[in-house]
């Protein structure tokens, strides 16, 4: 299985001020058909995993532009420019390059 | 728009099974990969398998294998994962997911596992 190696584990940030998340996988997360499934989600207090970004560095429709995605092969990291309140959450990234589907053991976002 | 709705929260007794569902609207049901998802208290989030929403093939993660099934109905528009021979360790929130990036979820089912 791919294991997928986040850090830090959390990441206590002052408001409107940048934050970066690593994820590390254990082999290359390129695909056969040329595409690399790496992607991030957000987990609000609560609630479900929403996705932010996929294929390293596609933003959903409705993500804000300051969250940033980029990478390649086995090193991914996601950005946000500037943290607001409503970032406050657990991020998470995944891949779906291999089977099984593999999770990051998570990145606590929270204001300091 | 594009929703899915699981069922509602179970407490279940150790050795049991548990069926949750999946009702998918607003997109082409048989168009899309459904995942299944565990998330255990505390814990990080854990991929238990999918059923390919074109021919219905199924893949399991190894760790559940021969305990987890997951099917669909697509008449019903809806995905359901069986998991069998129930213990304490079982008790997750569970949730589904669309598409091979995972851009839609449930809400999440809670599953309780308790004596």
């Known amino acids: 299985d791919i294991v997928m190696t986040q850090t830090p584990l959390s990441s206590p940030v002052t408001l409107g001020q940048p934050a970066s998340i690593s994820c590390r996988s254990s082999q290359s997360l390129v695909h056969s058909d040329g595409n690399t499934y790496l992607s991030w989600l957000q987990q609000r207090p609560g609630q479900p995993p929403r996705l932010l970004i996929y294929k390293i560095s596609n933003r959903i429709s409705g993500v804000p532009d300051r969250f940033t995605g980029s990478g390649a092969g086995t090193d991914f990291t996601l950005k946000i420019s500037r943290v607001e309140a409503e970032d406050v959450g657990v991020y998470y990234c995944?891949?779906?390059?291999?089977?099984?589907?593999?999770f990051g053991g998570g990145t606590k976002v929270e204001i300091k | 728009q594009v929703q899915l709705v699981q069922s509602g929260a179970e407490v279940k007794k150790p050795g049991d099974s548990v069926k949750v569902s999946c009702v998918a609207s607003?997109?082409?049901?048989?168009?899309?990969?459904t995942h299944w998802v565990r998330q255990a208290p505390g814990q990080r989030l854990e991929w238990m398998g999918w059923i390919n929403g074109v021919n219905g093939n199924t893949k399991y993660s190894q760790k559940f294998q021969g305990r987890v099934t997951i099917t669909r109905d697509t008449s019903a528009t809806t995905a359901y994962m069986e998991l069998r021979s129930l213990r304490s360790e079982d008790t997750a929130v569970y949730y589904c997911?669309?598409?091979?990036?995972?851009?839609?979820w449930g809400q999440g089912t809670l599953v309780t596992v308790s004596s």
């Open positions: 995944m891949q779906a390059t291999q089977s099984p589907v593999t």
């Open positions: 997911a669309r598409s091979l990036q995972a851009d839609y």
């Open positions: 607003g997109y082409t049901f048989t168009s899309y990969v």
